[in-house]
């Protein structure tokens, strides 16, 4: 049951009353529980909710690191949501080559479940590469090869993985 509502999370609105699901202090209180059990998807709706400012204010510092959490951990789709905000500058000065290496990490994670995050990832390098000087793009490859090192392989998300 757990899982179910932090899967639907990242729909919710700022307005909770909205929501026939949970109020917002109740979902970040089960986000936070699940990140802090190092569950990946709980993690990054951790992220997700200090990046739109949802039950708090915003703090892209926080998403960040939040985001960068649950990428180490495997999960693709927070290697692309860390990925934009870098390649977008969210937290101040872009950041291209670790944008792209994050964002290429992601392209060979993804798993068919994804299908929606990997076509934005795929849409995503498309933009930002011809951004990149050989130089740059050289750099990224190499960030690639120690982020395929340090992050784990993804785990596949199971039901009722999420505390009760």
């Known amino acids: 049951m757990v899982d179910r509502m932090v899967r639907r999370l990242p729909t919710m609105r700022p307005d909770a009353s909205s929501s026939p699901f949970l109020e917002i202090s109740e979902a970040e209180w089960l986000c936070a529980e699940a990140a802090r059990e190092g569950d990946v998807l709980g993690m990054w709706n951790v992220g997700h909710l200090y990046e739109q400012g949802l039950g708090t204010a915003v703090d892209v510092a926080e998403a960040m690191d939040w985001y960068r959490r649950s990428a180490e951990s495997g999960y693709a789709p927070a290697m692309l949501s860390l990925g934009r905000l870098l390649a977008e500058g969210k937290a101040g000065n872009t950041d291209d080559v670790e944008a792209h290496a994050l964002l290429s990490l992601a392209a060979q994670r993804f798993t068919d479940e ?21 130089e740059q793009r050289k750099a990224a490859q190499e960030r690639l090869g120690v982020l395929s090192q340090q992050y784990r392989k993804p785990e596949k998300i199971k039901e009722g993985a999420s505390s009760t």
């Open 114 to 134: 994804d299908a929606a995050d990997a076509e934005a990832n795929r849409a995503l390098l498309e933009r930002l590469t011809p951004r990149l000087s050989a």
